[in-house]
């Protein structure tokens, strides 16, 4: 563990740093268990068992940003969706902050791209000590800062590639707190229709015909834009469908061939 007094967090929001976890997720669980509260963040140097979406591995070498936040859902599960639109946006300023007159989008359900490129990774779990609890979320980001895997799922890239500016963690981390926290409180206090409709100003995709694929489907369609709750409106013909998982590509003619 290592304390960081550089980093300045908003009002009703606490951290706790550390050199090495095995997963900044994981942490989170262990220190809600130990009665962590709502608005408390985890950041690691690395991690040494770092997750993404369904399981897949993510590459946590030192440079990059890794971090995880402690959030009560007031027990509204079915809200706990929406916050991956939340912390969509929030990374999404936070990086664009950093790349003055880079193109920086959203990507449907939660990455962020730069030049098409994936930049970062979330993965949001849900945790309760028992049922009668509360229900927090715990919100794990990662930024790619230093450096990017070569080998994914999509093309990837890292913020000082494209920056004069060596940033480290602790700069972008700094940054992601205060947007973060701007965004949950726009989310608490106008819901989520003004979220749903900043996510669509900023995406990529939308209009187009794109590729979803899901573990046991995979569909072509063009991107209407999301309903009420998040979920992708996707058209096929005359029908519209609703996607509420799965993983997206944007050119239907090259690389969409099952590997």
Same mark, same amino acid.
């Not at 791209?113 to 970062?120: M, Q, T």
């Not at 409709?197 to 369609?221: A, S, T």
């Not at 709750?229 to 013909?237: E, F, P, Q, T, V």
């Given at each position: 563990?290592?304390?960081?007094?550089?980093?300045?967090?908003?009002?009703?929001?606490?951290?706790?740093?550390?050199?090495?976890?095995?997963?900044?997720?994981?942490?989170?669980?262990?220190?809600?268990?130990?009665?962590?509260?709502?608005?408390?963040?985890?950041?690691?140097?690395?991690?040494?068992?770092?997750?993404?979406?369904?399981?897949?591995?993510? =590459?946590?070498?030192?440079?990059?940003?890794?971090?995880?936040?402690?959030?009560?859902?007031?027990?509204?599960?079915?809200? =706990?969706?929406?916050?991956?639109?939340?912390?969509?946006?929030?990374?999404?300023?936070?990086?664009?902050?950093?790349?003055?007159?880079?193109?920086?989008?959203?990507?449907?359900?939660?990455?962020?791209?730069?030049?098409?490129?994936?930049?970062?990774?979330?993965?949001?779990?849900?945790?309760?000590?028992?049922?009668?609890?509360?229900?927090?979320?715990?919100?794990?980001?990662?930024?790619?800062?230093?450096?990017?895997?070569?080998?994914?799922?999509?093309?990837?890239?890292?913020?000082?590639?494209?920056?004069?500016?060596?940033?480290?963690?602790?700069?972008?981390?700094?940054?992601?707190?205060?947007?973060?926290?701007?965004?949950?409180?726009?989310?608490?206090?106008?819901?989520?229709?003004?979220?749903?409709?900043?996510?669509?100003?900023?995406?990529?995709?939308?209009?187009?015909?794109?590729?979803?694929?899901?573990?046991?489907?995979?569909?072509?369609?063009?991107?209407?834009?999301?309903?009420?709750?998040? =979920?992708?409106?996707?058209?096929?013909?005359?029908?519209?469908?609703?996607?509420?998982?799965?993983?997206?590509?944007?050119?239907?003619?090259?690389?969409?061939?099952?590997?």
């Amino acid at each position: 563990m290592t304390n960081n007094n550089k980093i300045k967090m908003p009002d009703g929001f606490d951290y706790q740093a550390f050199l090495s976890l095995d997963s900044t997720n994981k942490e989170a669980v262990r220190q809600a268990h130990m009665g962590a509260k709502s608005g408390f963040w985890i950041s690691s140097i690395e991690q040494t068992e770092g997750r993404g979406r369904r399981g897949r591995k993510w =590459a946590s070498v030192s440079g990059n940003l890794y971090c995880s936040l402690i959030y009560d859902s007031q027990s509204e599960i079915y809200k =706990a969706s929406q916050l991956s639109f939340v912390t969509t946006l929030a990374v999404c300023d936070t990086v664009a902050e950093c790349l003055e007159g880079v193109d920086v989008k959203c990507k449907w359900p939660n990455d962020v791209l730069v030049d098409n490129k994936k930049i970062s990774g979330i993965l949001l779990e849900t945790f309760s000590k028992t049922p009668k609890d509360p229900i927090f979320m715990i919100i794990g980001i990662g930024i790619n800062i230093q450096d990017h895997p070569k080998l994914t799922l999509y093309e990837a890239t890292h913020i000082n590639e494209h920056t004069k500016t060596d940033f480290n963690a602790d700069d972008i981390f700094s940054i992601l707190t205060q947007k973060m926290a701007y965004w949950l409180e726009i989310w608490n206090v106008q819901g989520f229709a003004t979220i749903r409709e900043q996510w669509l100003k900023h995406c990529k995709g939308l209009g187009e015909n794109i590729c979803v694929r899901m573990p046991n489907e995979e569909l072509m369609g063009r991107f209407v834009d999301l309903d009420s709750n998040g =979920a992708l409106r996707l058209a096929i013909g005359d029908e519209i469908r609703l996607i509420h998982s799965g993983d997206v590509f944007f050119d239907t003619t090259k690389n969409n061939k099952r590997k």
